[in-house]
């Protein structure tokens, strides 16, 4: 069994997608004597990655007829067949994401058949037990299949954010805390406000942040909204205190305020209202964005100007 596993993904790496499937079904038929735990471990992987293939041959049935879809005898054997890899998929691949294990391939295309179908609420079942079982192992990804079923299918407000702050506390750094911070930063409640900054600043200490417009334009929104109300200006003190000592060359250097004017205007000029409000306006990066900004004779770049240097003293006061 475990031969023909590996000799099925040698198969699949050779694009021989059939012989595979064949090699797979015709190891499910196998019997030696009575079957030990190990053998059927390794049986249920052979099921599983045939209902993987199934899924596969599934999808490519459904895009033939949702974009080459014909009239007639043509588009009903097509739907058929699309029917009837839906159902051997579906079967095994329920079967191997109820054993507790890391399965997030099948996860993911087992919700896809789901969802296809309009089963949301098994779908969501699904990603729910994925996520929150206590006997699977711990899985990022599993949160975020959740996080992003519910922002795709509209869900409660609530039920996604009580999915994002956990999955913030897992992975700070993901793409997905962007959302987050919007949301809370929409809330009238001011801890989640709060928190909306505390999430942004904790995205923006990674690496794999420094150039994302939207996270510098969701930072720059808010402490300029708090510096303008001149309240809870205590918030980004709290959030600046432990980062002042290496943001600054982490994030506002002069080679990087070089570098991203000459790539991109619009990250230069948030993270340049960014860099004025936190480190002042003698702040190299927002000097140099500030002024090519205005000899180039971008309106906006005057303005940012005109703000910083008008709140100067929160700065003081921040510092």
């Not at 329920?94 to 309009?118: A, H, M, R, S």
């Not at 200490?205 to 150039?211: I, N, V």
């Not at 980004?236 to 305020?257: M, Q, T, V």
């Not at 004017?261 to 409000?277: D, F, P, R, T």
Request: aromatic share 12%.
């Amino acid at each position: 069994l475990q031969v023909c596993l590996e000799h099925a993904f040698h198969l699949l790496c050779n694009g021989l997608i059939d012989e595979a499937y064949q090699s797979l079904s015709l190891a499910e038929s196998w019997r030696f004597g009575e079957q030990t735990a190990i053998q059927d471990k390794e049986m249920k992987l052979i099921q599983a990655y045939r209902g993987l293939l199934d899924y596969y041959s599934w999808s490519k049935q459904k895009n033939i007829l949702l974009e080459h879809g014909q009239d007639g005898l043509e588009d009903l054997s097509v739907e058929q067949e699309m029917h009837s890899c839906f159902r051997k998929a579906a079967m095994n691949l329920k079967e191997i994401i109820k054993i507790p294990g890391v399965w997030d391939l099948f996860v993911k295309c087992y919700v896809d058949l789901l969802e296809f179908y309009g089963d949301h609420n098994e779908a969501r079942q699904v990603l729910n037990d994925y996520a929150y079982n206590s006997k699977f192992p711990a899985n990022p990804n599993a949160h975020v299949y959740l996080c992003q079923f519910l922002k795709r299918h509209g869900e409660s407000k609530k039920s996604l954010l009580s999915a994002l702050k956990i999955l913030r506390d897992i992975v700070p750094s993901h793409e997905l805390m962007i959302d987050f911070n919007i949301m809370l930063q929409k809330s009238k409640k001011r801890k989640k406000r709060q928190l909306g900054l505390e999430v942004i600043f904790a995205g923006l200490d990674y690496a794999g942040w420094k150039e994302n417009v939207k996270a510098w334009s969701c930072l720059a929104r808010q402490v300029k909204q708090i510096v303008i109300s001149e309240k809870h200006l205590d918030w980004i003190k709290r959030e600046w205190n432990p980062r002042k000592d290496w943001w600054p060359a982490f994030h506002f250097s002069s080679y990087l305020a070089k570098r991203n004017w000459q790539e991109n205007k619009s990250l230069s000029y948030e993270k340049a209202l960014v860099a004025g409000i936190l480190l002042g306006k003698d702040c190299k990066y927002f000097k140099y964005v500030s002024h090519r900004g205005c000899k180039a004779q971008v309106k906006r770049f005057r303005i940012l100007k005109k703000f910083v240097n008008k709140y100067n003293p929160a700065y003081q006061r921040i510092s």
